[in-house]
């Protein structure tokens, strides 16, 4: 099982990161238009094979309004509108005068792909920026308190109990709320991605500790001393490549914690700001019970950050279940 | 032993302690810190606003305001909520409860899931268990911010549960309080109950392993008494060790699924507080938070080392 497992999550993860990188790029719609006669449109399904049951190739049905105040939209079945390959500036967009919403559109009437597209960028970037953080930040601390043993050691490994034995996120809430309500967009992507670092490096800062620990009495650990390797090269030579293994582990524990972790944020108003699309954001725009009811596609956020977390445990499929304690929700 | 646990958890009541006093002081020196306040939200005039200001003590210096709200939570007083204009205290204990109830519900519902389905995985091999071990994986993929979403969509499609929320928590019977509790306690579970169910089937079938399982067996044990009698005592000190890190996750979860399904707990009331910049509010559900946490965790740890004799040696270490 593991190997098929772990196929379907790297080709996810390729695919995610795909999605990430084109971004806006992806469809013809930019992410904060708003076509106002196009409120709440359902997805437009890419068919094959037309009214009459004659296959052709890709193409849309233009969406027309029957009714306003319903919000109830038809298939115009009389003009198909042709997929076109890279025009429009875009990777694939619709020949024709309407436009095409791949994943319908919200109450704003924004297209929802293209705003999933566009947010992908910042949310999967929130992410991994802060778990780069959190592991560096996690590797020295981890480094220097394995190595250094005694109080130094133990110092470091009761600060980062404690944090661990913080509420996670009431700690990033707090954090959160030390800054104005209202940020820029870039101050808001990198105070997140310091705030979820200084939460999160105390996983592995135990872990590189524990590695290191373990590490420095072997054999080839004392053979390097022995032949006169200074303490640092030592450390940062032959130590420290040994815990390559455990960052990873947590590389994978906090991906997707910090994914959830900037949705929720962006979701309750602390993250990401109005016109700016992350899948926080659009959550939040999805708003309650009877709205997606109506309008299911606005689900599509709460399916990426599924699919981002789902990717790294295809990924981790095989490692015991023990050492995936989740944590940081 | 027995004293060994005694200390134990006295220790950890004092460390408990610690991690209130440090979480509620930091997160209102935090909030203090950002610019602006809860008044300068409105359109106050400034001398109404300055007014409420001096009868709250904010117009004092930083040390002097810290200073009096700690000399006042030492007396268990936290302050006046800005936004609702009663004490903090009141107003955590009517919310406080509510996460506790939210939480426990989860935790149960999880557990009653989970383990009998990992026992179910993990004690054998057929397609079935390969289905459940890839449902679990998937479920365990789904945060509860989204479980949340996705059973509000259900709940709003088919009828079956309220979706409004839970008005308010004075009102009405318990019957109506429970209705409105399944929806939240069930998105809350779902990832947890995937967590616990991965780790028993994991522990399950490495107990299976073990040389006392395998030496019952050969003595003519049947598979069924080797599974419930033997590997699943073994099995629990792993799965038990889980719970307090679980704990965290439910307190944290409790947030978003709060908020979502409009259920008047800590976190809906914490959020509130962020947002109105309601200083001595923060400061108070951070506190309560903490005490959530710490208490849970010690619960777990106990449970633990009443478990395995083992643990609990160990435990004054």
């Known amino acids: 099982m593991p190997a098929s497992v772990r196929g379907a999550g790297a080709a996810l993860a390729v695919l995610l990161a795909a999605f990430a990188a084109a971004g806006p790029r992806l469809v013809a719609n930019p992410p904060d238009r708003q076509f106002q006669e196009y409120v709440f449109a359902p997805p437009m399904r890419p068919r094959l094979i037309d009214a009459f049951g004659a296959p052709r190739s890709p193409f849309v049905y233009p969406l027309i309004l029957e009714d306003r105040l319903e919000r109830r939209y038809a298939e115009d079945r009389s003009r198909p509108m042709p997929l076109r390959l890279f025009q429009n500036g875009a990777l694939l967009s619709a020949a024709g005068d309407a436009p095409w919403f791949l994943l319908g559109t919200d109450a704003l009437g924004r297209d929802q792909f293209a705003r999933l597209a566009s947010g992908a960028r910042l949310s999967l970037g929130v992410a991994l920026l802060a778990a780069l953080g959190a592991l560096a930040i996690g590797t020295v601390v981890g480094g220097i308190a394995g190595f250094s043993g005694g109080a130094l050691d133990d110092g470091l490994m009761r600060a980062a109990d404690f944090v661990i034995?913080?509420?996670?996120?009431?700690?990033?809430?707090?954090?959160?709320?030390?800054?104005?309500?209202?940020?820029?967009?870039?101050?808001?992507?990198?105070?997140?991605?310091?705030?979820?670092?200084?939460?999160?490096?105390?996983?592995?800062?135990?872990?590189?500790?524990?590695?290191?620990?373990?590490?420095?009495?072997?054999?080839?650990a004392e053979a390097a001393r022995a032949v006169g390797a200074s303490r640092t090269r030592l450390l940062l030579r032959h130590l420290l490549p040994a815990a390559r293994g455990v960052l990873i582990v947590q590389s994978t524990l906090l991906l997707p914690a910090f994914v959830l972790a900037e949705a929720t944020l962006s979701f309750v108003g602390l993250g990401f700001g109005e016109p700016i699309s992350s899948w926080g954001t659009m959550l939040r725009d999805a708003g309650g019970g009877r709205a997606i009811a109506e309008a299911p596609w606005l689900l599509a956020p709460a399916a990426a950050i599924v699919l981002a977390a789902l990717t790294v445990n295809l990924l981790t499929a095989g490692d015991s279940a023990r050492t995936r304690a989740p944590r940081l929700q | 032993?027995?004293?060994?646990?005694?200390?134990?958890?006295?220790?950890?009541?004092?460390?408990?302690?610690?991690?209130?006093?440090?979480?509620?002081?930091?997160?209102?020196?935090?909030?203090?810190?950002?610019?602006?306040?809860?008044?300068?939200?409105?359109?106050?005039?400034?001398?109404?606003?300055?007014?409420?200001?001096?009868?709250?003590?904010?117009?004092?210096?930083?040390?002097?305001?810290?200073?009096?709200?700690?000399?006042?939570?030492?007396?268990?007083?936290?302050?006046?909520?800005?936004?609702?204009?009663?004490?903090?205290?009141?107003?955590?204990?009517?919310?406080?409860?509510?996460?506790?109830?939210?939480?426990?519900?989860?935790?149960?519902?999880?557990?009653?899931?989970?383990?009998?389905?990992?026992?179910?995985?993990?004690?054998?091999?057929?397609?079935?268990?390969?289905?459940?071990?890839?449902?679990?994986?998937?479920?365990v993929s789904v945060p509860s911010l989204v479980t949340s979403f996705g059973l509000l969509f259900l709940a709003a499609r088919t009828g079956w549960l309220p979706v409004g929320g839970l008005a308010s928590t004075a009102d009405g019977h318990a019957w109506t309080a429970a209705r409105y509790l399944i929806l939240p306690a069930t998105a809350l579970a779902l990832p947890i109950a995937a967590t616990i169910e991965r780790l028993q089937s994991q522990a399950l079938s490495d107990a299976l392993s073990e040389p006392s399982v395998r030496a019952a067996l050969a003595r003519g044990c049947s598979r069924r008494r080797a599974v419930w009698r033997h590997a699943f005592r073994l099995s629990l000190t792993p799965v038990l060790a889980i719970y307090g890190v679980i704990v965290g996750t439910v307190l944290s979860g409790s947030f978003?699924?709060?908020?979502?399904?409009?259920?008047?707990?800590?976190?809906?009331?914490?959020?509130?507080?962020?947002?109105?910049?309601?200083?001595?509010?923060?400061?108070?559900?951070?506190?309560?938070?903490?005490?959530?946490?710490?208490?849970?965790?010690?619960?777990?740890?106990?449970?633990?080392?009443l478990a395995d004799p083992r643990t609990s040696e160990s435990v004054p270490s």
């Open chain 2, 256 to 305: 978003a699924v709060e908020i979502v399904t409009s259920w008047p707990g800590l976190g809906a009331l914490m959020y509130e507080a962020l947002v109105s910049r309601d200083l001595f509010l923060v400061a108070g559900c951070a506190a309560a938070g903490a005490v959530f946490l710490a208490f849970g965790t010690l619960i777990a740890d106990v449970a633990l080392a």
């Open chain 1, 165 to 220: 034995a913080l509420p996670a996120l009431y700690v990033v809430l707090a954090l959160r709320a030390a800054m104005p309500l209202v940020l820029s967009s870039s101050q808001v992507f990198w105070t997140m991605v310091a705030v979820l670092a200084i939460a999160g490096w105390p996983f592995p800062a135990r872990a590189v500790r524990a590695v290191i620990r373990s590490e420095r009495t072997r054999e080839y």
């Open chain 2, 1 to 139: 032993m027995r004293r060994g646990l005694l200390s134990f958890v006295g220790r950890r009541l004092l460390l408990a302690l610690l991690l209130v006093f440090v979480v509620s002081s930091a997160s209102l020196l935090l909030v203090d810190a950002a610019p602006g306040d809860h008044f300068s939200a409105f359109d106050l005039d400034p001398a109404t606003a300055a007014a409420e200001r001096h009868r709250l003590g904010l117009d004092k210096s930083l040390p002097a305001r810290y200073g009096a709200w700690l000399a006042r939570a030492t007396r268990f007083d936290f302050g006046e909520s800005m936004k609702y204009r009663r004490p903090v205290v009141q107003l955590v204990a009517e919310r406080a409860p509510m996460t506790a109830l939210l939480g426990a519900v989860a935790l149960a519902i999880a557990t009653l899931i989970g383990v009998p389905a990992g026992i179910f995985t993990g004690s054998r091999r057929n397609a079935l268990t390969a289905a459940a071990r890839a449902l679990s994986l998937v479920v």
